[in-house]
């Protein structure tokens, strides 16, 4: 069929009568069968008496030829989708008005429209919702290409032949909906049902562009996946505000077997402002096949809520082609750490000058030694007993006359103990003061692997050290503080941490180590023009 049966209507609504007029003549048309009813009319099965065909004949309902200006658009419009020879805009045979009513004459399709498969199936897999969406994206793009804006793309109007691996999908009602289609509407349902994937600037002044399309489109990506609409709202105005004002629901957050890459397109598609939208439908949907293609199914991305789960920790790469700064903080020497004396070689002759600091008895004394540059051991010589490895030191054998303070410019060669360790160095913004402290690595094109995020608040140091623990060798950085190409923030404004592996600068090496390092880790470049949706694509 080419529409699912919908409610009945009740009489006299939309100017129809309650029952079917299957079985009466409608100017050259024969009425055979009700395919469909709803708010924008009704569908039928006819046969046109003078071409010899079939077709499927819509009938509007009555109000619209009486609306003012709406007959003149409809005819304009009509004409424009005749035109269209786009394969999944099913084609215009004819149009009109009849008895005031206003008709199409379309090819008649076989087959169940999303709604239906919705309904009797819930969510569609991820593949499926994405062939869909590209052969919808299809129409669109020609329809603004020849300066028509659908208006109305929801599930309803979404046309579905063939079996499941071999779909073809057809958008209808084109030449049909209309700006002031909300004035029209009469009941509560069909408002609703409209108004669900409708872009936030329909309920403005703003000029309405292909870009309304493109967000209609990606609510019925986002429905398709989840099998439910966007936004959940009892009331008109509650779901108008939605629109306007809501952040685009993640699919993840629904859905968690999706990969996250939908959440940032589905984002896009429904910007609030049309300027931040897609330029195309087809440009949505390829978004939405790459989405797919990419699997990008991070533990905790950072669009997407973090599951938080332990990994098995995996070989450890070392990066060979990029060295974060600062130098060295993948294995940072603790604060307070000294440096392990190393033993003299047996054939060399240190000669200490020690200087022995006394302090009060209550707390003990402080002693510290100065090696001096080999081949001056005609000067002084260890006292008995002294060796480089003690923790103390005996004092010098020196005549009291000789005693004088330590030199206070040794060589560069001269190792020197200070008597009290050097003082923190100040932890830099962001830092979680953990063992290994935060990177800040150059936006030079690097690509990193990224093995998890943590993005709640309060607890973002357990998360970081869960990942660092059970990823040897990995970093941490905030987003914020970073390179552009990383998504700078959650989409509740929090900051977000990511824990990683540098890998090099080609996609050979960044997809090795992804491989290595299992189905959650993902790659991102360092730099300043990439996308911060953008993953790395790893066959």
């Known amino acids: 069929m080419l529409w699912r049966r919908r409610r009945r209507c009740a009489k006299g609504e939309y100017g129809m009568v309650d029952r079917s007029r299957a079985g009466e003549r409608f100017g050259?048309?024969?009425?055979?069968?009700?395919?469909?009813?709803?708010?924008?009319?009704?569908?039928?099965?006819?046969?046109?008496?003078?071409?010899?065909?079939?077709?499927?004949?819509?009938?509007?309902?009555?109000?619209?030829?009486?609306?003012?200006g709406y007959p003149a658009r409809f005819r304009r419009e009509a004409h424009a989708a005749a035109r269209l020879q786009e394969p999944h805009v099913i084609p215009i045979h004819d149009w009109g008005e009849i008895d005031g009513l206003l008709y199409i004459d379309m090819r008649l399709v076989e087959g169940?429209?999303?709604?239906?498969?919705?309904?009797?199936?819930?969510?569609?897999?991820?593949?499926?919702?994405?062939?869909?969406v590209l052969q919808i994206g299809a129409a669109l793009d020609a329809?603004?290409?020849?300066?028509?804006?659908?208006?109305?793309?929801?599930?309803?109007?979404?046309?579905?032949?063939?079996?499941?691996d071999n779909e073809f999908a057809y958008l209808v009602d084109f030449g049909?909906?209309?700006?002031?289609?909300?004035?029209?509407?009469?009941?509560?349902?069909?408002?609703?049902?409209?108004?669900?994937?409708?872009?936030?600037?329909r309920f403005d002044d703003a000029p309405v562009t292909g870009k309304s399309d493109i967000y209609s489109l990606a609510c019925v990506l986002y429905e398709s996946l989840t099998g439910a609409k966007p936004y959940q709202a009892s009331?008109?105005?509650?779901?108008?505000?939605?629109?306007?004002?809501?952040?685009?629901?993640?699919?993840?957050?629904t859905m968690r077997t999706i990969p996250v890459g939908f959440?940032?397109?589905?984002?896009?598609?429904?910007?609030?402002?049309?300027?931040?939208?897609y330029a195309s439908a087809g440009q949505f949907a390829s978004a939405a096949q790459s989405a797919l293609t990419h699997h990008d199914r991070r533990t905790a991305g950072?669009?997407?809520?973090?599951?938080?789960?332990?990994?098995?920790?995996?070989?450890?790469?070392?990066?060979?082609?990029?060295?974060p700064a600062p130098p060295n903080r993948e294995h940072a020497v603790p604060q307070h750490a000294w440096p392990p004396h190393q033993p003299k070689p047996p054939h060399l002759v240190p000669i200490l000058l020690t200087l022995l600091i006394v302090g009060l008895l209550a707390v003990g004394g402080v002693v510290a030694w100065l090696a001096v540059n080999q081949g001056t051991s005609s000067e002084a010589s260890p006292a008995p007993g002294a060796s480089t490895t003690t923790a103390a030191l005996a004092a010098p054998a020196l005549p009291p006359v000789e005693s004088r303070p330590a030199p206070t410019a040794p060589s560069a060669e001269t190792p020197v103990a200070a008597p009290t360790p050097p003082s923190p160095v100040a932890a830099r913004p962001g830092d979680l003061g953990l063992s290994i402290p935060i990177a800040q690595p150059r936006c030079d094109g690097t690509g990193i692997v990224v093995v998890g995020s943590a993005i709640t608040p309060g607890q973002y140091a357990e998360d970081v050290q869960r990942f660092l623990v059970a990823h040897p060798g990995s970093s941490y950085l905030r987003t914020d503080q970073a390179c552009p190409s990383l998504r700078q923030a959650t989409d509740e404004g929090n900051p977000i941490y990511a824990v990683y592996k540098a890998a090099g600068k080609s996609t050979e090496a960044v997809c090795t180590l992804v491989r290595t390092l299992g189905e959650d880790a993902y790659g991102k470049w360092l730099d300043l023009n990439t996308d911060p949706t953008f993953i790395i694509p790893c066959p």
């Not at 009704?42 to 079939?54: H, L, S």
């Open 28 to 68: 050259p048309y024969q009425l055979q069968a009700l395919i469909a009813r709803g708010g924008m009319g009704e569908v039928y099965r006819a046969y046109d008496t003078i071409k010899g065909r079939t077709v499927a004949l819509k009938l509007l309902p009555g109000e619209f030829a009486k609306n003012p």
């Open 112 to 132: 169940s429209d999303l709604r239906t498969l919705l309904t009797r199936g819930g969510p569609l897999p991820p593949a499926r919702a994405v062939r869909i």
């Open 143 to 164: 329809a603004h290409a020849a300066g028509l804006v659908h208006r109305d793309v929801k599930p309803e109007n979404i046309l579905i032949t063939g079996d499941q």
């Open 176 to 201: 049909i909906a209309s700006d002031a289609l909300a004035t029209q509407l009469t009941t509560a349902g069909s408002i609703i049902g409209t108004y669900a994937y409708m872009a936030p600037e």
């Open 235 to 253: 009331t008109i105005s509650g779901l108008i505000k939605a629109h306007l004002t809501s952040p685009a629901p993640r699919v993840s957050t």
């Open 263 to 277: 959440d940032a397109v589905i984002a896009r598609g429904m910007a609030k402002d049309p300027a931040d939208r």
């Open 302 to 323: 950072t669009i997407a809520e973090t599951t938080l789960r332990p990994a098995t920790a995996p070989p450890i790469i070392e990066p060979t082609t990029f060295d």
